[in-house]
């Protein structure tokens, strides 16, 4: 079984969210770490593309004949949910998407709520589809809290990224039947 996770990349100048000291691009990449180790030791292969367009991440998980796609995030905004975004037309996608989401919301009782959220194009989703559509297997875009919200504050911490991250590769595992 192969997952491949991609980091988010800010092109066009883009720089990543800060807030409290803290930017989105590391807290990623710490629960990224988390994930993988939590994927690795139940014997999935994962590969971590980072720092690159996410069409190079997709491109990864489409020649490497993945099981999973997973475009990960940070939020940033004024909302108190963790989210989990999926293509409106995969019934696979979105399985995996509620398996995720379910992990987290049991994981960080910090979150106000854990959701998911069919992208469709042209909707306001539209941002969270480009991350993840035009890929073979089941993608999903995780942003599973936000990173100026006060009540997520434990969840920037080592132990909040650990629960995030282990919180993705448990849904991930469970999708996978592994």
């Known amino acids: 079984m192969l997952v491949v996770l991609?980091?988010?990349h800010h092109g066009g100048?883009?720089?990543p969210s800060e807030a409290f000291g803290f930017r989105e691009d590391l807290l990623t990449r710490d629960y990224i770490r988390y994930?993988?180790?939590?994927?690795?030791?139940?014997?999935?292969?994962?590969?971590?593309?980072?720092?690159?367009p996410y069409s190079t991440g997709k491109g990864v998980a489409?020649?490497?004949?993945?099981?999973?796609?997973?475009?990960?995030?940070v939020n940033s905004g004024k909302y108190k949910t963790g989210c989990v975004f999926c293509p409106a037309s995969s019934p696979e996608d979105h399985e995996l998407a509620s398996l995720v989401c379910t992990a987290l919301g049991d994981s960080c009782p910090e979150l106000e709520?854990?959701?998911v959220w069919e992208c469709k194009p042209g909707a306001w989703t539209d941002d969270?589809?480009?991350t993840i559509n035009r890929v073979v297997p089941p993608a999903i875009c995780y942003e599973p809290f936000f990173i100026n919200a006060v009540e997520?504050?434990?969840?920037?911490?080592?132990?909040?990224?650990?629960?995030?991250?282990?919180?993705?590769?448990?849904g991930i595992l469970e999708y996978l039947g592994a």
């Open 13 to 15: 100048g883009s720089p």
């Open 6 to 8: 991609a980091r988010h």
């Open 128 to 130: 969270a589809l480009g």
């Open 152 to 170: 997520h504050a434990a969840l920037r911490h080592d132990e909040g990224l650990r629960r995030v991250g282990e919180a993705l590769a448990r």
């Open 35 to 52: 994930a993988e180790d939590a994927l690795v030791d139940a014997g999935v292969r994962v590969v971590v593309v980072s720092g690159v």
């Open 113 to 115: 709520r854990t959701r």
């Open 62 to 73: 489409n020649t490497m004949d993945a099981d999973v796609f997973v475009a990960c995030h």
